[in-house]
């Protein structure tokens, strides 16, 4: 906050928070004015801060709609609203919750980046899929809200309707694909009513390989999903046909499906980035492994990512070691700038012992609320940060926390979370054994589900403590996610209680080294050239292969595509590799062209060639032997000499004009010990 130019309203909430203004005031910079009850009799102070025309943060968020209605008259005033109340000053612990007080005050003011959006159009075109009554009950309701075809699988006696308001066709979808505004549907057992249906409701002659494509689907089969995480997939309601509420619920919410809808973009990707896969071999497929929804598949070298299935849990850019895949709400650098601002303003002001509390809107939130309400609140020491999905966060953004001098990091999810959470666990343990390794504490990252507030807070409570640095980090992150996190990680090595060089890592981890079988490499670059964030790398000038640790993502693309599979990882953080310029794998000396004296090949490998041709192969012999020199050349003189020389290099011996017996003897021998099959 810039204190010259913004004013900070704080509130005792009509005294029921024990705020200490000393506190905020260390911490914020700003013109303090503190009130018993600023949306009521003190709301005067607010319009007096308005009049002065400088940027207000008001720590209230309940009243924010009031506030923003008395400042409809000064629209060039920016207003900012944070909770200190349910967040802090409502809790057992509130008098010492100043410091934490000035955090969420300073972090509140760091500006997030705006959020990209993806529109799915309706025109209402709906597919209502059933077996029996209960999906044409449920056609009748919707027939004056969406253009309604219905769909049973193995129907059995329906009674045949009087008027065919809606088409009722006879199928099993075998596939589907797709989302609100575009969804196709393959469909075997496809046939048609008869028009003749007497008592019960027939069928005409069936078929498969239909295709049906729609807006929106309704599930009432009673079947399996259509969908991985169905859940989560716009457009598509499913609801148990023996579940009458359910029913109800997923009537009423597909009668709504008309028109346009945004939602967020959830993931930046660069396809130049991604380490899925070089020449038709498969390097990385961690995201392939966790997206809940199958909005990733394969694409080619990278994977392509289908922005209007994404559900946005994040796990993809958690995972993702290139960056390729990065979150956007917000991105990696905007949310690490707020726990930057959090974390050194609470110890500016005064506090000891930061715990991060990461928590999303939709759980996280209620559960923080009602534990302020109606439990002993949040401890003093846990700064609560509010994210979309905490299976968004990578291990940059809890190693940043113990950067910057927290000293510990809590995830909390549903007890039965919305979202796969395997990535978020991988991503927690490596993070735990990394600080521990280097001296923050062990256990200090921890994922805490549960939906009992009170369970909440003894769960917190029962956090180890863990050790804060004494020289905590100050960068400002910023940039594409890769490089956020290497600096992270070497700000997180500095600020270390007890650095060690090397961290062994599990199977899986985004960094690590490559170890070299030299005797075996025959320096073909077969890596190199495989190897998608350059890592792995040659030398122009000679023959050479170089390795940059902090580079490798442990892809898997050089040990799988190595010809003479040499090459093996190492899961590990290593920072003094890191720190340490290109290390050179394998050397050779070159070979020089005989004809031009340029360097190609290596010399053992053209003396290895060389060795093997003469071995009285009937090719290079006698007068043949010239042949030699051609291998002695680079390509472009090889092909010179082969052209001015006019000599075919497969050729056989001339055969002469009249054989001997000796000669077709001899003829018959080459023939046979001949391996290129040439003559």
Same mark, same amino acid.
């Given at each position: 906050?810039?204190?010259?130019?913004s004013?900070?309203?704080?509130?005792t909430?009509?005294?029921t928070?024990?705020? *200490?203004?000393?506190a905020?005031?260390?911490?914020?910079?700003?013109n303090?004015?503190?009130a018993n009850?600023?949306?009521?009799?003190?709301?005067?102070?607010?319009?007096?801060?308005?009049?002065?025309?400088e940027q =207000?943060?008001v720590?209230?968020?309940?009243e924010?709609p009031?506030?923003k209605?008395?400042?409809?008259?000064?629209?060039?005033v920016?207003?900012? +609203?944070?909770?200190?109340r349910?967040?802090?000053?409502?809790?057992k612990?509130?008098?010492a919750? @100043?410091?934490?007080a000035?955090a969420l005050i300073?972090?509140?003011?760091? !500006?997030?980046p705006?959020?990209?959006?993806?529109?799915?159009?309706s025109?209402?075109i709906?597919?209502?899929?059933g077996?029996?009554?209960?999906?044409i009950d449920?056609?009748?309701r919707?027939?004056?809200?969406?253009?309604?075809?219905?769909?049973?699988t193995?129907?059995? *006696?329906?009674t045949?309707?009087?008027?065919?308001?809606?088409?009722?066709?006879?199928?099993t =979808?075998?596939?589907?694909r797709?989302?609100?505004?575009?969804? !196709?549907?393959? %469909?075997?057992?496809?046939?048609?009513? $008869?028009p003749?249906s007497?008592?019960?409701?027939?069928?005409?002659?069936?078929?498969?390989?239909?295709?049906?494509?729609?807006?929106l689907?309704?599930?009432?089969?009673?079947?399996?999903?259509?969908?991985?995480?169905?859940?989560?997939?716009p457009?598509?309601?499913?609801?148990?046909?023996?579940?009458?509420?359910?029913?109800e619920?997923? =009537?009423?919410?597909?009668s709504?499906?008309v028109g346009?809808?945004?939602k967020?973009?959830? %993931?930046h990707?660069e396809?130049?980035l /991604?380490?899925?896969?070089?020449?038709?071999?498969?390097?990385?497929?961690?995201?392939l492994?966790?997206?809940?929804?199958?909005?990733?598949?394969?694409?080619?070298?990278a994977?392509?990512i289908?922005?209007?299935?994404?559900?946005?849990?994040g796990?993809?850019?958690?995972?993702?070691?290139?960056?390729a895949a990065?979150?956007?709400?917000?991105?990696?650098?905007a949310?690490?700038?707020?726990?930057?601002?959090?974390?050194?303003?609470?110890?500016k002001?005064?506090?000891?012992n930061?715990?991060?509390?990461?928590?999303?809107?939709?759980?996280?939130?209620?559960?923080i609320?009602?534990?302020?309400?109606?439990g002993d609140?949040?401890p003093?020491?846990v700064?609560?940060?509010?994210?979309? &999905?905490?299976?968004?966060?990578?291990?940059?953004a809890?190693?940043a926390?113990?950067?910057?001098?927290?000293?510990?990091?809590?995830?909390l999810?549903?007890?039965?979370?919305?979202?796969?959470t395997?990535?978020?666990?991988?991503t927690a343990?490596? $993070?735990?054994?990394?600080?521990?390794?280097?001296?923050? @504490?062990?256990?200090?990252v921890? =994922?805490?589900?549960?939906?009992d507030?009170?369970?909440?807070?003894t769960?917190?409570?029962?956090m180890?403590?863990?050790?804060?640095? &004494?020289?905590?980090?100050s960068?400002?992150?910023?940039?594409?996610?890769?490089?956020v996190?290497?600096?992270?990680?070497?700000?997180l090595?500095?600020?270390a209680?007890a650095p060690v060089d090397?961290?062994?890592l599990?199977?899986?981890?985004? +960094?690590g080294?490559?170890?070299?079988?030299v005797?075996?490499?025959?320096?073909c670059?077969a890596?190199v050239?495989? /190897?998608?964030?350059?890592?792995?790398?040659?030398n122009p000038?000679r023959?050479?292969?170089r390795?940059?640790?902090?580079?490798c993502?442990?892809?898997?693309l050089?040990?799988?595509?190595?010809p003479?599979?040499?090459?093996t990882?190492?899961?590990?953080?290593?920072?003094q590799?890191?720190n340490?310029?290109?290390?050179?794998?394998?050397?050779e000396e070159?070979?020089?062209?005989?004809?031009?004296?340029?360097?190609?090949g290596?010399? $053992?490998?053209?003396?290895r060639?060389?060795?093997?041709l003469?071995?009285?192969h009937?090719?290079?012999?006698g007068?043949?032997?010239?042949?030699l020199?051609?291998?002695?050349?680079?390509? *472009?003189?090889?092909?010179?000499a082969?052209?001015?020389?006019s000599f075919?290099?497969?050729?056989?011996?001339?055969r002469?004009?009249?054989?001997?017996?000796e000669d077709?003897?001899r003829?018959?021998e080459v023939k046979?010990?001949?391996? +290129?099959?040439?003559?």
């Amino acid at each position: 906050m810039n204190g010259a130019k913004s004013r900070l309203l704080i509130c005792t909430c009509e005294k029921t928070i024990p705020l *200490d203004a000393q506190a905020i005031g260390r911490g914020c910079a700003a013109n303090l004015t503190q009130a018993n009850q600023l949306c009521g009799r003190d709301v005067g102070q607010f319009k007096a801060a308005l009049a002065e025309g400088e940027q =207000i943060t008001v720590a209230c968020t309940q009243e924010a709609p009031l506030f923003k209605e008395v400042a409809e008259d000064f629209p060039q005033v920016p207003l900012t +609203f944070v909770n200190i109340r349910e967040t802090g000053g409502w809790s057992k612990d509130a008098a010492a919750a @100043g410091p934490k007080a000035a955090a969420l005050i300073a972090a509140a003011s760091e !500006e997030m980046p705006p959020i990209s959006l993806v529109t799915l159009e309706s025109g209402g075109i709906a597919l209502i899929y059933g077996r029996d009554e209960v999906a044409i009950d449920a056609a009748k309701r919707l027939a004056d809200h969406l253009d309604i075809t219905v769909i049973l699988t193995k129907p059995h *006696d329906l009674t045949p309707r009087a008027v065919n308001e809606f088409p009722v066709l006879k199928g099993t =979808i075998r596939n589907a694909r797709g989302y609100l505004g575009k969804f !196709e549907l393959d %469909i075997d057992d496809y046939a048609l009513p $008869s028009p003749s249906s007497r008592d019960k409701l027939l069928f005409g002659t069936a078929r498969n390989g239909a295709t049906s494509t729609c807006d929106l689907v309704l599930d009432l089969s009673g079947g399996l999903p259509l969908f991985p995480a169905h859940e989560l997939r716009p457009g598509y309601l499913r609801a148990d046909p023996r579940d009458r509420a359910a029913v109800e619920r997923a =009537i009423s919410d597909a009668s709504n499906l008309v028109g346009t809808f945004d939602k967020p973009r959830f %993931i930046h990707f660069e396809d130049s980035l /991604c380490a899925h896969s070089r020449s038709n071999i498969t390097g990385c497929t961690r995201c392939l492994d966790l997206c809940p929804t199958g909005a990733i598949t394969p694409n080619g070298n990278a994977v392509a990512i289908d922005p209007n299935v994404c559900a946005g849990c994040g796990s993809c850019a958690s995972a993702c070691p290139t960056g390729a895949a990065s979150y956007s709400l917000p991105s990696v650098d905007a949310l690490m700038r707020r726990l930057r601002t959090l974390l050194h303003t609470y110890r500016k002001a005064g506090g000891e012992n930061a715990i991060v509390l990461f928590h999303d809107g939709d759980h996280g939130e209620p559960l923080i609320d009602a534990l302020a309400r109606f439990g002993d609140g949040l401890p003093a020491n846990v700064l609560p940060v509010r994210v979309n &999905e905490v299976t968004q966060l990578g291990s940059e953004a809890v190693a940043a926390i113990f950067a910057y001098g927290g000293t510990g990091a809590a995830l909390l999810t549903r007890a039965q979370p919305r979202h796969e959470t395997a990535g978020l666990q991988r991503t927690a343990d490596m $993070s735990a054994t990394i600080v521990a390794a280097l001296g923050f @504490g062990a256990e200090v990252v921890r =994922i805490i589900q549960t939906d009992d507030p009170d369970q909440l807070r003894t769960m917190l409570d029962a956090m180890p403590a863990g050790v804060a640095s &004494e020289n905590p980090a100050s960068f400002v992150p910023r940039g594409a996610k890769r490089g956020v996190l290497e600096t992270t990680f070497r700000e997180l090595h500095l600020a270390a209680p007890a650095p060690v060089d090397v961290v062994p890592l599990a199977q899986g981890a985004p +960094f690590g080294g490559v170890h070299l079988n030299v005797e075996g490499c025959t320096l073909c670059h077969a890596c190199v050239t495989a /190897c998608p964030t350059h890592a792995l790398s040659d030398n122009p000038d000679r023959a050479m292969l170089r390795f940059t640790e902090s580079l490798c993502v442990q892809c898997g693309l050089c040990e799988s595509t190595c010809p003479e599979d040499v090459i093996t990882l190492e899961p590990r953080l290593d920072f003094q590799a890191w720190n340490a310029p290109l290390r050179i794998l394998k050397e050779e000396e070159p070979f020089h062209c005989i004809a031009c004296g340029a360097p190609f090949g290596t010399r $053992s490998s053209i003396e290895r060639v060389l060795s093997k041709l003469q071995e009285k192969h009937w090719m290079f012999e006698g007068a043949n032997a010239r042949r030699l020199d051609v291998i002695k050349m680079c390509a *472009d003189c090889r092909v010179e000499a082969v052209v001015n020389e006019s000599f075919d290099p497969h050729a056989g011996p001339q055969r002469p004009p009249v054989m001997s017996t000796e000669d077709y003897l001899r003829e018959r021998e080459v023939k046979k010990n001949d391996p +290129f099959g040439s003559r």
